[in-house]
């Protein structure tokens, strides 16, 4: 089948959840063929809670927020692809295609904010695919819900890829002003034919330095997170990354080892073979050599550091590059005493 330009998958796993699959044996024997054409589907959720509990002391955050399932930005390596399967679509494709929106996640995060058992926490927005992604342009559930942190004066960490979120500066620099809000900017390569190829409908670079940037300068708390590396394709470039992130005025810098789960792992290896055919075997290997010969390693604690030779020497090769260039830098401590119900009039009192 063609090279589909625009996406990063470029075939439909199998849904484990699913007994059956078409598929496509004889491309002039079948009347519906695959919808490959680039056209995005949006369906609308309505959950009954938007908080979700992270159980994984891999991770910076206690809840993650997830707005939107499913990604357009079609990065070849997101992890996310595998809940994916939980909605009943593929985790190829169809993760890129059939996207999923909660309109009320700003009426649940209030409700759950005004429950009288809550205490503030570190909640990550989002956990899973990007709450900057294309489609929140036009819903705007993103900018909605950090009008429901700040109302509550409740800290809140982002992660993203996607320049939109300068649209909401206004709403971010009264979170700062409090202590409110730090921002990553994931940024993996600086090579444009590279991001072109592993993260089709992303903002470019260029532009993600210049968020960083302009977040800095608005006195946002924002850094950089060089993730996912992988060996032998971008994992030369960290020094180049923390650097171009230092000059835009990053306070931080983080990274993980790339990692294959699930059905990721077949995604993952027919782009890399159609894309890079002369390394790929390379590359391919080094991945495993970073995970005890597999793809991907499910143990707290190793699963996104990765071990032996490779993983340490690029584990190293990353602290050097922040020595170097965000030595003395740091995200100012979330003020969580702020944290406050509207129409009490009081602020809580916390045990720490």
């Known amino acids: 089948m063609e090279y589909i ?31 490959l054409d680039g056209k995005t589907e949006v369906f609308l959720e309505h959950p009954k809670t938007i908080l979700n509990k992270t159980e994984s002391p891999d991770l910076p955050f ?10 357009e930005h079609g990065c070849v390596y997101c992890y996310a692809r595998n809940v994916h399967q939980y909605w009943g679509y593929s985790a190829g494709i169809d993760f890129e295609q059939k996207l999923i929106a909660k309109p009320a996640a700003p009426e649940l995060l209030r409700k759950a904010f005004q429950n009288k058992n809550y205490k503030p926490s570190r909640i990550s927005l989002s956990g899973n695919t990007d709450c900057y992604q294309p489609l929140e342009r036009k819903m705007e559930i993103t900018r909605s819900l950090l009008k429901v942190f700040l109302e509550f004066k409740h800290p809140v960490g982002i992660i993203t890829k996607n320049s939109l979120i300068l649209r909401d500066i206004d709403i971010l620099s009264e979170l700062a002003e409090n202590n409110l809000v730090h921002v990553m900017v994931s940024i993996t390569s600086m090579r444009e034919d590279l991001r072109l190829l592993m993260e089709p409908r992303t903002a470019t670079t260029k532009n993600r330095l210049g968020v960083i940037k302009h977040l800095t300068e608005n006195g946002i708390p924002a850094g950089v997170m060089t993730a996912p590396i992988i060996p032998g394709l971008n994992s030369d470039e960290i020094p180049d990354l923390i650097q171009a992130a230092a000059d835009a005025g990053a306070l931080a810098a983080g990274f993980t080892m790339v990692r294959l789960n699930g059905s990721v792992k077949d995604i993952f290896h027919d782009w890399l073979f159609k894309s890079f055919p002369d390394a790929a075997d390379k590359i391919w290997n080094q991945i495993k050599e970073c995970h005890g010969g597999q793809v991907n390693d499910n143990r707290f604690g ?14 190293q090769l990353f602290k050097l590059s922040v020595k170097k260039h965000l030595d003395g830098r740091s995200f100012p401590e979330y003020d969580y005493s702020l944290f406050k119900r509207p129409g009490t009039g009081l602020q809580l009192e916390l045990d720490w």
């Not at 190793?302 to 584990?315: L, Q």
């Open 302 to 315: 190793m699963r996104m550091r990765g071990e032996g030779h490779i993983a340490e020497s690029i584990r």
């Open 62 to 71: 206690d809840f993650s927020l997830n707005p939107y399932q499913g990604c």
């Open 5 to 35: 330009k625009g996406r990063g998958a470029q075939i439909n796993t199998k849904n484990r959840f699913e007994t059956r699959e078409r598929v496509l044996e004889h491309f002039e024997g079948i009347d519906e063929l695959p919808d």
